[in-house]
T-cell receptor
Framework: ETGVTQTPRHLVMGMTNKKSLKCEQH?????MYWYKQSAKKPLELMFV???????ENNSVPSRFSPECPNSSHLFLHLHTLQPEDSALYLC??????????????FGEGSRLTVL | QKEVEQNSGPLSVPEGAIASLNCTYS??????FFWYRQYSGKSPELIMS????GDKEDGRFTAQLNKASQYVSLLIRDSQPSDSATYLC??????????FGAGTTVTVRA
């Protein structure tokens, strides 16, 4: 069993659709992250939650809306996306923000295509 | 803006050779450094972390850090085809945020 699981693995949506990405971690970590990975570009940090409290909203457009109901689950709600939002969305967790913050455990990612 | 720079590659090395990957960072306040490996179609996986100047060895991997030169490197000894992947360098300062490089793609030729 992988420590961080993401669903769906692949998602194709139109610009008017509403969908959600789900992430679950089984590692007992306190911090969870959403990253965006586009081809040939560095990983972009989108959101960070620590103990279900959002601590980072990195100038992300409002068409991306995160939700963290508990320390094990993280969602990314998507609506009225643009084609340039097509990318691999990676969820990650770490023990916390103070210690172990650089040691991220990633899920397998959700490959999003916006038509 | 904290930047981490890597040569994109591809870096092609013959099997059994040493692969040398380089990374520079712009933020002098960076304190912790990490190397992640990402196979094609997979997610990044942490393989090395280094916090102080000098070398750190773990199996066939050696990370090297020079804070004065703002330089981090990763050496892969006795390269194997299974080492073919993209290697991401990351740096962390006083806060929790990691700044990632775009990655270096390594191909090990059998």
């Amino acid at each position: 069993e992988t420590g961080v699981t993401q669903t769906p693995r692949h998602l194709v949506m139109g610009m008017t659709n509403k969908k959600s990405l789900k992430c679950e971690q089984h590692l007992g970590h306190n911090a969870m992250y959403w990253y965006k990975q586009s081809a040939k570009k560095p990983l972009e940090l989108m959101f960070v939650y620590s103990l279900e409290e959002r601590v980072e909203n990195n100038s992300v457009p409002s068409r991306f809306s995160p939700e963290c109901p508990n320390s094990s689950h993280l969602f990314l709600h998507l609506h009225t996306l643009q084609p340039e939002d097509s990318a691999l969305y990676l969820c990650a967790s770490s023990q916390g923000l103070a210690s172990g913050a650089g040691e991220l455990f990633f899920g397998e990612g959700s490959r999003l295509t916006v038509l | 803006q904290k930047e981490v720079e890597q040569n994109s590659g591809p870096l092609s090395v013959p099997e059994g050779a040493i692969a040398s990957l380089n990374c520079t960072y712009s933020d002098r306040g960076s304190q912790s450094f990490f190397w992640y490996r990402q196979y094609s179609g997979k997610s990044p996986e942490l393989i090395m972390s280094i916090y102080s100047n000098g070398d750190k060895e773990d199996g066939r991997f050696t990370a090297q850090l020079n804070k004065a030169s703002q330089y981090v490197s990763l050496l892969i000894r006795d390269s194997q085809p299974s080492d073919s992947a993209t290697y991401l360098c990351a740096a962390r300062g006083n806060d929790y945020k990691l700044s990632f490089g775009a990655g270096t793609t390594v191909t090990v030729r059998a």
